[in-house]
């Protein structure tokens, strides 16, 4: 009946020690490298010449010390840890609901001091200009005056919310929470993929990962000096105070939409660790503008609510009528001031793909300075000349819809046949305004245990920020693996996993 | 604590009571018809399906292979030991904020153990083993209910579930057995008189009170009366008074009154009861009372603290 498997600590975590400086290992030569390939894209681990870089040296010397058996047996706790937790998402099959943990590799992907006070600054400069912009085009409109975009991509993009013109939101921060898509580029700089400004999840999971890598490598952690992130529910939880002027005393709630949304398992968590109620929509009443949870002895009020309900779902008095999810009323206790709500409605304006080609320029009119961190080319089908260059690079483009995520709607030019590429130009032709199209990005490739050994695979990296009275991002974040040897797509809905980035103090 | 909250919390705590029942029943049973006539034993399985599903059965459709597949694996019957377990899990994962992290992954475990489980794959060696190991698991799960969360007002939902729960199905097993005995044709034996005891976890309690002589008369007055023994209808009704004057602190007084004039109408009935008066036929009655009050208790548990109009109290 013993199923605890990390209860051994011989087993897992157990005698690690960080063997001194050694010889380092060769990928494609040494185990469990052997299968290990470096090509064009930025390796994490490898140089260009095939040495290992610096950071990741203490790991190495790990690493050839274990057998792959050890390996395999730290990585099956690993996934039993997670299945334990419910950490799973339920694919339904035969009538039958199946159980899958999201995959979770035991090796930690490894960022330096010196990147992450760049990341730092330059995720910071990009969240200041966006609420600024947010709170430009919900109120006097400057930038669309000054001709920095065109008025309708704003007035036209269905996550424009009009009922939000004119209203005040504390400290003009719209985005409260947000998860920025970052990749690595072949000379090694992180660039911006894309802003997850509404409903972005997979904090939980980055929390999750480090539980089982510094179980995995207790003593090479240890000796690397890693950041912690474990005071991440905390500064949410200061975020979503400072949202109202009696921080303290606020009674706060995480909105779910309940037990079969695929990130449930993060809404508990958060509400956990916060310590607040986790509600359903079916637990709140709006009364007079005020919003109150139903509780066994009455009601009571609800003063701040982290909403992880899309803007479509949240009142069906305002929105989608045919929401059983929301709260009805809710929009107008917050238009009345009673209820504060992160993050703000209407932030989806703002992680449009389309406007994501103008952050560089955005914050550049904002905040009159360079961004540090750079965009990922990005061509506008909207403007005649770019569609052109398009249509005729169809096979080394990546086109993509411009209100699809999760990888859907788009084109992976070089990996398409003919004939899918002429279908795709069709589609173009017939509605430009919905497509852009980048450059085939190399995401960069980091060391992933498959079982029979260590080899590269694609990552990118989602780092939180979070957003009240004032910026702060904790030093960590999800990194996502394309678990399929070659594959680019992180997403855990087509293949993809996780595995735990470890930020260094110095 | 919000009322969706107390509610998943109070049919976590009855389907994992079920749950056990099922595995404690299915358990015994296993173990002990290797030791009965074939009509003796048939006669006992008819009172286990019986006891939990409600249903009769006629002695010529009695195969143990058949009945243990129905009754612990079969997800299409909702009274199934797995079905029962799969809803105090769903309850669960539905509240797991309200949870331990303790709690979660032991039912979690408990379920995940038991899920893939195959009727072949028990048969060929000992079955009941399977039920003692999942009881085993349970009686962990309960005592981590206890020693890792804060014994408040979720807590005391819990109490409620599983006490609710548990007199309606030891109730049951004692009307089963007593109507039978009333009845005369092939009613329980001594033998009987004993697995019901095991069924509820008695024997051994049950023999330090009364040594070893076995009558029904004693069992009668130590399952129904026997203020200390955690499966007595007297214990659990004690819980489920104590965990009424707990539960909803802040709620109108008008609607606690109404709850708890039900929880003081049964705990008189069940004080004042006498074994001696129930005796000469009035066992099932007496039962048929407490069960009937339970379910009154359940609704105005619900009506008062958890389905209450928002409009009543604005």
């Known amino acids: 009946m013993q199923h605890e498997v990390f209860a051994n600590t011989e087993d897992f975590g157990g005698p690690d020690i960080v063997a001194g400086p050694g010889r380092l290992s060769r990928p494609g030569v040494d185990p469990p490298y052997a299968s290990y390939e470096l090509g064009k894209p930025y390796d994490e681990m490898f140089t260009r010449e095939a040495v290992v870089r610096a950071p990741y040296a203490a790991l190495d010397s790990r690493l050839s010390t274990l057998p792959l058996e050890e390996l395999n047996r730290r990585q099956q706790a690993c996934e039993q840890s997670f299945l334990h937790q419910g950490i799973t998402f339920t694919v339904y099959s035969d ?43 919900y109120n006097e409109g400057r930038v669309l005056k000054d001709g920095v975009l065109p008025r309708a991509m704003i007035y036209g993009s269905k996550h424009y919310r009009r009922e939000m013109r004119g209203l005040p939101v504390p400290h003009g921060a719209y985005v409260n929470i947000c998860g920025s898509d970052l990749i690595r580029n072949e000379s090694g700089s992180f660039v911006v993929l894309e802003d997850n400004l509404r409903v972005p999840s997979g904090v939980s999971y980055m929390l999750a990962n480090r539980d089982v890598a510094r179980r995995a ?85 609800i003063d701040v609510i982290y909403r992880r309900i899309d803007d479509d779902f949240i009142d069906p008095l305002i929105f989608r009528e045919d929401s059983a999810l929301g709260v009805p009323g809710l929009f107008n206790a917050y238009r009345a001031g009673n209820v504060m709500i992160a993050n703000a409605l209407g932030t989806g304006v703002a992680d449009d793909k389309a406007i994501y080609a103008y952050v560089p320029r955005l914050i550049r009119y904002y905040l009159a300075e360079e961004p540090i961190l750079e965009n990922v080319e990005t061509f506008l089908c909207r403007e005649e000349k770019s569609l052109q260059h398009v249509l005729a690079n169809l096979d080394k483009l990546v086109v993509k819809a411009v209100g699809e995520s999760g990888g859907y709607g788009m084109l992976v030019g070089p990996h398409a046949t003919k004939k899918e590429r002429e279908a795709f130009a069709e589609k173009l032709k017939a509605d430009p305004e919905n497509y852009i199209a980048q450059p085939t990005i190399q995401l960069s490739t980091a060391p992933t245990f498959v079982g029979t050994g260590i080899e590269a695979r694609h990552v990118d990296l989602r780092p939180f920020i979070l957003n009240g009275a004032d910026t702060k991002i904790v030093p960590g974040a999800l990194t996502r693996v394309a678990l399929r040897r070659g594959s680019l797509v992180v997403n855990s809905s087509q293949g993809g996993g996780s595995k735990d980035t470890w930020v260094l103090s110095q | 604590m ?43 399985w008819a009172r286990v399906i019986e006891a ?144 019901l005891l095991k069924f509820c976890s008695a024997w051994e309690p049950y023999t330090k009170e009364y040594t070893a002589s076995i009558r029904p008369q004693k069992i009668a007055e130590f399952l129904l009366f026997d203020s200390e023994f955690p499966h007595s209808i007297c214990f659990s009704v004690d819980r489920v008074t104590e965990a009424l004057a707990r539960v909803a602190p802040g709620a109108p007084p008008a609607r606690r009154a109404a709850v708890e004039r039900l929880a003081g109408r049964l705990k008189a009935a069940v004080d004042f009861g006498q074994v001696d008066e129930l005796m000469s036929g009035g066992v099932a009655g007496f039962i048929a009372d407490i069960t009937r009050q339970c379910e009154q208790i359940h609704k105005a548990l619900y009506s008062s603290y958890i389905t209450y109009g928002a409009e009543t109290v604005l």
Do not use: C
Request: overall charge negative; charged content about 25%.
């Open chain 1, 95 to 137: 009538n039958r609901a199946t159980e899958r943990i999201i995959p979770t590799d035991l090796l930690p992907r490894i960022i330096t001091a010196q990147e992450w006070s760049r990341l730092e600054a330059g995720l910071t400069q990009r969240i200041i200009a966006l609420n600024l912009f947010l709170r430009d085009i």
């Open chain 1, 217 to 301: 490598f207790p003593a090479v952690f240890r000796a690397m000096g890693v950041r912690p992130i474990e005071h991440y529910p905390l500064e949410l939880l200061a975020t979503l105070r400072s949202l109202v002027p009696f921080q303290e005393e606020a009674s706060i709630a995480v909105l779910t939409p309940g037990v079969f949304n695929s990130a449930y398992f993060e809404h508990a968590f958060l509400a956990r660790q916060m310590g607040v109620e986790l509600v359903e929509g079916r637990d709140l009443v709006v009364n007079d503008n005020m919003v109150y949870a139903r509780t066994t002895s009455g009601l009571k009020r």
């Open chain 2, 2 to 44: 919000l009322s969706r909250v107390a509610d998943s919390l109070y049919w976590m705590s009855r389907y994992a009571e079920r749950a056990e029942h099922t595995a404690r029943l299915l358990a015994v049973k296993l173990e002990s018809m290797v030791e009965q006539t074939p009509d003796d034993a048939a006669a006992s």
């Open chain 2, 52 to 195: 939990l599903t409600g249903e009769k059965t006629a002695p010529s459709h009695l195969d143990a292979f058949v009945i243990t597949r129905r009754l612990a694996f079969d997800r299409d019957n909702d009274s199934a030991m797995i079905a029962s377990l799969a809803l105090a899990r769903d309850n669960a994962r539905q509240v797991r904020e309200a949870l331990s992290n303790e709690v979660w992954e032991n039912l979690n475990r408990l379920y995940l153990r038991l899920a893939p489980v195959t009727m072949d794959s028990i048969w060929v060696h000992t079955p009941a083993r399977l039920f003692r190991e999942a009881l085993e698991e349970m009686h962990a799960l309960s005592g981590v209910i206890y020693s890792t969360l804060s014994h408040g007002e979720g807590w005391y939902f819990l109490e409620l579930g599983r006490h609710i729960e548990r007199v309606q199905l030891v109730g049951r097993l004692l009307d089963l057995h007593f109507s039978a005995a009333q009845a005369g044709e092939n009613g329980p034996k001594y033998f009987d008189w004993l697995v």
